[in-house]
T-cell receptor
């Protein structure tokens, strides 16, 4: 079963629009961590944020903001005033203990295209 | 600069050949990982290592092998037993292998079987 669901496969916006990328996760653990990574066309995954399950405060970093809601098991990512350089695939990931030990589960990613 | 390097960037292999992908880190991290990424898919864990001379199978270890003889190096061998090896391979490292730590990724190796 998919532990991290990113329902939006592709999103296309025009520069300066705001865009929200959805992430819904599934876990039975009370302690877990959530991550967002950016994968530009070059292929390397770039770490954006890490959030633990006990910290539900929203976070803002420049044009980026994250909304963590345990009640709906969601960890959504918003880009304000999008730019062409934001075009990339964005991955949400869940870190939890599994039967085989430590595991980092990735969603399938959302491809964001920002056009001028 | 500290970071993770992978080589080569592109690799072509004939069917039936083994091939080894390199991953080196100078971040002094204990844990290292190998992931496979297929088009339109997320990352799937192949192997990980928490410490030198120790490694564990991930979700899709069949057809792959690894070694961890040095802290900074974690090479991945794609063997002829891997039925569909064409993919993008990403190496990562973290300070330690637990759920709290952030994994940092290398630039990846794109493997194509001809």
């Amino acid at each position: 079963a998919q532990k991290v669901t990113q329902a939006q496969t592709e999103i296309s916006v025009v520069e300066k629009e705001d865009v929200t990328l959805d992430c819904v996760y599934e876990t039975r653990d009370t302690t877990y961590y959530l991550f967002w990574y950016k994968q530009p066309p070059s292929g390397e995954l770039v770490f954006l944020i890490r959030r633990n399950s006990f910290d539900e405060q929203n976070e803002i970093s420049g044009r980026y903001s994250w909304n963590f809601q345990k009640s709906t098991s969601s960890f959504n990512f918003t880009i304000t005033a999008s730019q062409v350089v934001d075009s990339a695939v964005y991955f949400c990931a869940l870190s939890e203990l599994s039967n085989s030990g430590y595991a980092l589960n990735f969603g399938k990613g959302t491809s964001l295209l920002v056009t001028p | 600069d500290g970071g993770i390097t992978q080589s080569p960037k592109y690799l072509f292999r004939k069917e039936g050949q083994n091939v080894t992908l390199s991953c080196e880190q100078n971040l002094n991290h204990d844990a290292m990982y190998w992931y496979r990424q297929d088009p339109g898919q997320g990352l799937r864990l192949i192997y990980y290592s928490q410490i030198v001379n120790d490694f564990q199978k991930g979700d899709i270890a069949e057809g792959y092998s690894v070694s961890r003889e040095k802290k900074e190096s974690f090479p991945l061998t794609v063997t002829s037993a891997q039925k569909n090896p064409t993919a993008f391979y990403l190496c990562a490292s973290s300070g330690r292998a637990d759920l709290t730590d952030t994994q940092y990724f290398g630039p990846g190796t794109r493997l194509t079987v001809l």
